[in-house]
């Protein structure tokens, strides 16, 4: 059995310890909201936080989250829900299907640079490919989310 | 969590007739059936296939087309709700099954606004004009005194009455004939921005994509099919693959000789996807590589290279080239060569089957859920309405989705294994198995008189067909491949088209723009050419090439006006202020092309810095005619330059030994954020038919790029991607 914290939930589950984290959160436990994109950690779809770090579920044996936090876009987290909002104001997404892991990776920067630039940015989200183009919008929306967060304090 | 909902084909829909392709009104039927209907409590008034009101006043609108990012979801339901006056905070969208009683389904070639919107209206006008009718009878008032707004029904008196309360009397009347449209000036949404029904699910990553559909006792399915097209299964051994835990069965499948028939291979049945990968990949398979393991794309290039360098079948024939040609006060003359592209929507192909007797439900992200039905009734040998084909959202699409092979092998499983199967691809199966946009070559020769003016214009062009896909052996361009080429909107006296001889070796599909991308690169480069050796401006050079105002004869419905498009390319130079001095080591390039009836010009600023190519700014204009939703179209729009840009800096698929020789995003790049320049898009105010959107953006940014490059380098790139110049 290995146990995990996915969105401070704790889950046991009976796998492989070799099986990558994203397949024993899609298809074991059943959070699909992080995605399959590549399998070789190429593209960012699968993005998780943890213990607040950005890593790509797909390449990450299931055994190396053990009595580590995960976080997905199904979890909470100020940053997240925040980025969530503007996302959508910005209406952020063509097809969807990759800004999970945008949103993941847009967390994981605003959780450690409170006020980024634009090449900050890029810095960070270098790893996460949309294939609709979005990116213009992806980075408008990181800024709008700081310019909410100086509203609110 | 909001899956999308579909509306079961068993909920039985009273139509009183499906002309083809059109849609007809029905009456006063459930849509749905009470397993689904959440409100059944509710009493409904369903005046056509794509409204129902329920008596709470909550409205449900269907959307008929895939949603892969296109916006059509909100775009189809919001000119419903226009016309119907319906508060748009109260809709709820509901996604269609593959059937023919909504008319065509086929999400792609860009054209879901342009087939739907006045069909689309008059859903809404005749739902609204029901509701008129249904308060006049309920006050005993003339209808002429009653009007609505925003889900209500005013009376001249002043006295209203909400939609929902009108559900029982509304769904008593006739359905009438001819209904009222709104005048353009009243419109509510259309041509306002309306943001995505669906973005809350998406940020929130509860949409469910075909990849995220569960069924109980699902089994997961990956195939390993033959790296080269059309080959078969020699033998296998299945030992090893067996051996890996969660893996339950491996079995052969044949190929299904069909356009959008399954590859065929060996299937590994699993507990989880990363299991049947796994067991892929412990397979060991001797393959019959078959007719096409001589495709070599070096070797390939050549050949279809040598067919443009000679005389090929005309195609059109204006003028007297040859006359020009010898009249000539300078010649230019350049080749063009194109690789082969893979779509790679970020989704894989994949989809859910569950063959159950001689029924089947499909759970797919598709763009085509009718052609879809009819390859599973094909494969089962059974009734369409035994076949529910369900649309989830699609994670991309770009004309890959509109091929249904990955949902027929999901079927052909589900029925072999007697159990609910999803089938995933891996990203490797996508990018080596693909209907790849086709490779191109193209020769271009035109005539220049002392002035400066184009005299004659020769395009020849060799690359294998889409026909091919649905007729083996084709070696020639079809007729709609063709007429990009022959529609050139230049004012050059004598023009001649031919195409050159190029058999297909892969499955060749649709890709975001198809066949404009080899010509909108080709004709935009060469038009640019033919500027500097006439030693004049670009812009100027190109208005004029265009030449006088005037319709151009197509064989088209729509046909093209060469006023809309001088003015989307004056737009886009007004806006990106062309002619200003810009940074050192900085350019502008322009490109403007004319393709699913929409006029689109981009001038692209880049810079060259140490052979390090950066774009900057893309100033695009769009003349779409009448539009729906501007956020979409800007979206689109800055989507469809950085797919362009993709193209240009990466897109490259070649093949050895009949092989795909990419594998993953490492070898098969795309933009990312940090090559991502700033889009500006203006949408030209129209009041002509609605056109295109999704695709049109596309083929003006890899030649305006070009372009842009020479006026920095003086270097031409005839041939892409760039990367393989070290530029990027």
């Known amino acids: 059995m290995i146990k995990l914290t996915i969105n401070n939930k704790k889950y046991n589950i009976d796998v492989e310890p070799d099986m990558p984290l994203l397949w024993a959160i899609r298809d074991i436990i059943g959070l699909t909201g992080t995605k399959y994109g590549c399998g070789e950690g190429l593209c960012g779809s699968c993005k998780v936080l943890l213990d607040n770090s950005p890593v790509q579920s797909c390449v990450i044996p299931v055994s190396a989250a053990i009595g580590k936090e995960i976080l997905t876009i199904e979890g909470n987290s100020k940053n997240l829900q925040l980025l969530q909002k503007s996302w959508m104001e910005l209406n952020v997404p063509q097809c969807g299907f990759c800004q999970p892991g945008q949103l993941i ?26 294939r609709c183009g979005t990116y213009q919008r992806i980075k408008n929306a990181i800024h709008r989310t700081v310019e909410l967060k100086n509203q609110q304090s | 969590m909001r899956i999308i909902k579909n509306i079961s084909r068993r909920s039985f829909v009273k139509t009183i007739g499906i002309a083809s392709g059109g849609l007809i009104l029905g009456c006063n039927t459930n849509l749905f059936s009470d397993k689904e209907d959440k409100n059944k409590n509710l009493t409904n008034f369903n005046p056509n296939l794509f409204v129902q009101l329920n008596s709470d006043g909550s409205l449900i609108l269907i959307a008929s087309r895939s949603e892969m990012g296109n916006g059509v979801r909100t775009s189809l339901t919001s000119v419903i709700a226009d016309e119907m006056e319906a508060d748009w905070n109260r809709v709820t969208v509901q996604q269609a099954v593959g059937d023919a009683k909504y008319g065509d389904q086929n999400t792609d070639g860009s054209r879901s606004i342009r087939y739907l919107y006045e069909t689309m209206r008059q859903m809404g006008a005749t739902a609204k004009a029901m509701l008129i009718t249904a308060a006049a009878k309920k006050w005993q008032v003339p209808e002429s005194e009653c009007s609505a707004e925003n889900h209500f029904i005013i009376h001249s008196s002043g006295k209203k009455i909400g939609y929902g309360d009108l559900v029982e009397i509304a769904k008593t009347l006739e359905v009438p004939k001819d209904v009222k449209l709104k005048s353009p000036e009243d419109f509510k949404y259309i041509g306002k921005s309306l943001r995505s029904v669906d973005v809350a699910d998406y940020v929130q990553g509860k949409a469910t994509f075909g990849l995220d559909k569960r069924l109980p006792n699902m089994k997961f399915v990956a195939i390993a099919r033959c790296p080269v097209t059309f080959g078969s299964v020699k033998s296998f051994d299945k030992t090893e693959a067996l051996k890996i835990a969660g893996v339950q069965d491996v079995i052969e499948i044949p190929r299904i000789e069909r356009p959008f028939g399954a590859l065929g291979g060996v299937a590994v049945v699993a507990s989880n ?245 080899p010509h909108g690169f080709s004709e935009n480069v060469f038009a640019d050419e033919l500027a500097i050796a006439a030693n004049k401006d670009p812009l100027e050079f190109r208005l004029d090439l265009i030449g006088k105002d005037r319709i151009e004869e197509t064989k088209d419905p729509i046909k093209y006006n060469t006023a809309r498009l001088k003015n989307v390319l004056k737009i886009a130079a007004k806006n990106a202020e062309w002619g200003k001095k810009l940074p050192e080591g900085h350019a502008y390039g322009l490109a403007v092309h004319y393709s699913f009836y929409t ?79 700033n889009v500006h898009v203006e949408i030209v105010e129209s009041s002509e038919r609605p056109t295109g959107v999704g695709e049109p953006g596309v083929p003006v940014i890899a030649p305006a790029i070009v372009n842009a490059i020479y006026q920095i380098t003086g270097k031409r790139y005839y041939n892409l991607p760039l990367s393989d110049y070290g530029l990027v």
């Not at chain 2, 369409?384 to 091929?403: A, D, H």
């Not at chain 2, 981009?602 to 501007?630: M, P, Q, W």
């Open chain 2, 273 to 517: 996807t990363w299991a049947a990968f796994k067991g892929k990949e412990a397979l060991k398979i001797e393959w019959n590589y078959g007719d096409n393991s001589d495709y070599d794309s070096e070797k390939y290039m050549n050949e279809i290279t040598a067919n443009v360098h000679k005389q090929g079948k005309v195609a059109k024939d204006v003028g007297n080239i040859n006359k020009a040609f010898k009249n000539a006060h300078k010649i230019i003359e350049s080749t063009f060569q194109l690789p082969h592209l893979s779509h790679a929507p970020m989704e894989v192909p994949n989809a859910v089957a569950w063959v159950q007797g001689d029924s089947c439900e499909v759970w797919a992200p598709t763009q085509a859920p009718q052609t879809t039905r009819k390859e599973v009734v094909n494969y089962l040998k059974t009734e369409e309405e035994k076949v529910t084909i369900n649309v989830t959202f699609l994670g991309g699409g770009f004309g890959r989705k509109s091929k249904p092979d990955y949902i027929v092998e999901a079927v052909m499983l589900s029925k072999a294994l007697n159990a609910p199967v999803q089938v995933v691809w891996t990203r490797e199966d996508d990018i080596k198995h693909d209907y790849y946009h086709t490779v191109s070559a193209q020769y271009l020769k035109a005539s220049l008189d002392k002035n400066g003016k184009v005299t004659g214009w020769l395009h020849r062009f060799a690359m294998p067909s889409i026909a091919s896909t649905f007729s083996p052996g084709v070696d020639y361009a079809a007729g709609f491949e063709i007429a990009s080429a022959s529609n050139v909107p230049f004012e050059i006296e004598n023009m001649k088209i031919e195409v050159g001889k190029a058999p297909a070796k892969v499955r060749i599909g649709w890709l975001r723009s198809v066949i404009n991308i």
């Open chain 1, 105 to 130: 990776a847009a967390t994981a920067l605003l959780d450690k640079n409170e006020n980024p630039t634009d090449k900050d940015i890029e810095e960070e989200m270098i790893g996460n490919i949309c």
């Open chain 2, 599 to 677: 006029y689109v010009a981009s001038i692209v600023e880049v810079s060259v810095i140490n052979n390090k190519l950066k774009v900057h700014n893309i100033y695009t204009a769009i003349d779409c005619g009448t539009f729906v939703n501007r956020n979409t179209i800007k979206a689109q729009l800055e989507g469809a330059a950085v797919f362009g840009m993709s193209l240009a800096f990466y897109g490259k698929i070649t093949a050895k030994n009949g092989a795909i020789e990419q594998n993953n995003y490492h070898d098969y790049k795309m933009v990312r954020i940090n090559d991502t320049p």
